[in-house]
């Protein structure tokens, strides 16, 4: 039997397309085949099954060229092939060339961190998250409308920025004495170093002077470019390019963040915890980087130390305690801090530093000021970073997880401390500015899942609520809004199920109940003022 001849080099000139960037195709004569279409989709079919599912895949080590070099191997013959070196070489060398670079040694390794089927995961995921959205969109849609908003209110991540350079090197160092485990260098110091001073001590290219202690000689820390010692000791967002006049910065900026990196790591070994406040600083001003923030994730110096702090978090100083809620509120501001965020083993103890935030008036009445205060209003900003990383960055759907963990769930252990602060402490004891945060998180988190809806619903904390008398105690329209939406969405899922086994509830009553619930609120609006 005769089998057809396959060419794969007919190619029409007019269909031959370009990359991306204008470039266009290049087509290389591989020879022709007796193998038959029929033959080659079974091979095909075969080979999907056993080498070529998506948890084989990996960017460097076995991507879509690999597989065109098998395929020709198979249609060609591979000895063949080899013999005559008609395949493109470059398909394999540019990629040698990018993961040797500078740039490609960050990113590597990440990017094979990040394999084995994660793409389908991530669809999964987004599928998920859509069909969850959309089960409570029209709930939301519906608050929003009877609420008199035009829509509802977006959530946003709340990204904290140092107020001025003079700021970010007011903090000091109160240490007598500083120890770097890496090399054994003892600095001494008779007055308090402020940061900037401080990282030029540790970051001084040239080599230091030797300190004899003993009658032994301690050699001085390594060496770090002076880019990383200005990141620390000034609150800008990026690593300036004047550091480095004259030179490629772009190749310059992956080192120096790495050094960066490597320098918070020394700092917190050396110095106790109570004195961490100009090195979280150092820290916040670090995580703004994209791509700082992303080795800061995946350190595990770093990721240990600041579960440490978050332990350690009510014998921190007010500074520290500001300077790591900050940390933490710029970490929710990027996919990989956000992921960090909600990681299961440590979403917990996030949780509850965020407890220990929002009440920091209960726990140290004596030291409540305007520190405390700040802490308390970065607390709330924390709680709706959290729950957002919690719906955005969660797995599978937030639904399927409470139905697997229940009460036990992070996010439920959140909005227990959320409904506490408005529904159980007294009104004049919580800031309006806190209310207002604390109300959107909670309307983010009922309008992202309807379990998590029931569960506010159900919760204890939540039917002790008095709608006319903490509606008093708001002063701004925001505030009024959002507790007004939440109160529809509780109307609205009551009447889509039982109550005690009674029957739903028409929508000509739900319809009266909102009403009054709106005239509620505006009366006592009008009476407010």
């Not at 039997?1 to 290049?26: I, S």
């Not at 998250?129 to 409570?136: P, S």
């Not at 719906?391 to 401390?417: D, F, Q």
Request: hydrophobic letters at 40%; proline letters at 4%; glycine letters at 4%.
């Amino acid at each position: 039997m005769a089998c057809k001849m396959l060419d794969f080099t007919k190619k029409k000139k007019k269909t031959k397309g370009c990359t991306r960037f204008g470039k266009q195709y290049e087509y290389v004569h591989l020879g022709r085949t007796t193998m038959s279409l029929r033959e080659f989709e079974g091979w095909l079919v075969e080979v999907e099954r056993e080498q070529f599912q998506m948890a084989h895949y990996h960017p460097l080590q076995h991507n879509c060229h690999h597989f065109t070099l098998f395929a020709a191997q198979k249609l060609l013959g591979k000895s063949a092939l080899i013999e005559e070196r008609i395949f493109p070489s470059y398909l394999f060398h540019t990629l040698d060339v990018v993961c040797g670079s500078v740039s490609g040694k960050l990113i590597a390794p990440l990017m094979a961190r990040y394999t084995g089927g994660v793409q389908r995961v991530v669809l999964d995921q987004l599928l998920h998250h859509d069909a969850e959205r959309q089960l409570t969109q029209r709930v939301a849609s519906r608050v929003a409308m009877l609420a008199n908003c035009e829509h509802s209110p977006p959530p946003r991540c709340v990204i904290l920025h140092q107020a001025s350079p003079e700021v970010a090197s007011r903090s000091v160092l109160r240490l007598s004495e500083l120890t770097v485990p890496e090399e054994g260098a003892r600095f001494y110091c008779n007055d308090h170093i402020a940061i900037r001073r401080f990282a030029q001590v540790l970051l001084e290219e040239q080599p230091q002077q030797q300190y004899h202690q003993d009658g032994a000689s301690l050699s001085s820390s390594p060496p770090v470019m002076k880019a990383a010692a200005s990141s620390l000791s000034s609150s800008s967002t990026t690593i300036s390019s004047n550091l480095f006049p004259g030179s490629d910065f772009a190749m310059l900026e992956e080192f120096h963040v790495l050094r960066l990196v490597t320098l918070l790591e020394q700092l917190t070994n050396a110095t106790p915890m109570t004195a961490w406040e100009p090195i979280l600083e150092a820290w916040r001003c670090a995580a703004l980087h994209p791509q700082a923030l992303i080795a800061l994730v995946y350190s595990s110096t770093l990721g240990t130390a600041l579960l440490r702090a978050c332990v350690g978090f009510v014998d921190l100083p007010d500074g520290a305690k500001i300077a790591l809620l900050r940390v933490l509120c710029n970490y929710a501001a990027a996919p990989h801090g956000a992921a960090s965020l909600c990681d299961g083993r440590r979403v917990h103890t996030f949780v509850t530093v965020i407890g220990v935030a929002l009440t920091w008036p209960t726990v140290d009445p004596a030291a409540y000021s305007s520190s405390g205060a700040r802490i308390v209003e970065l607390g709330a900003c924390l709680a709706l970073n959290v729950s957002v990383a919690m719906v955005v960055m969660t797995k599978t759907s937030i639904s399927r997880e409470l139905k697997h963990h229940g009460e036990g769930h992070a996010v439920c252990r959140l909005m227990t401390i959320l409904l506490a602060i408005l529904f159980v402490y007294s009104p004049e004891s919580v800031e309006e500015s806190v209310k207002h945060v604390v109300l959107l998180t909670l309307y983010h988190l009922t309008s992202s899942s309807a379990d998590l809806t029931e569960y506010m619903i159900d919760h204890p904390y939540y039917r002790s609520l008095n709608v006319s008398a903490l509606s008093a105690t708001l002063k701004t329209e925001p505030c009024r809004k959002l507790l007004l939406m939440l109160s529809i969405i509780d109307e609205l899922c009551l009447s889509e199920g039982d109550e005690g086994g009674a029957a739903p509830r028409s929508d000509g009553d739900v319809e009266e109940d909102i009403e009054e619930l709106v005239a509620e609120a505006c009366d006592v609006h009008s009476s407010s003022h």
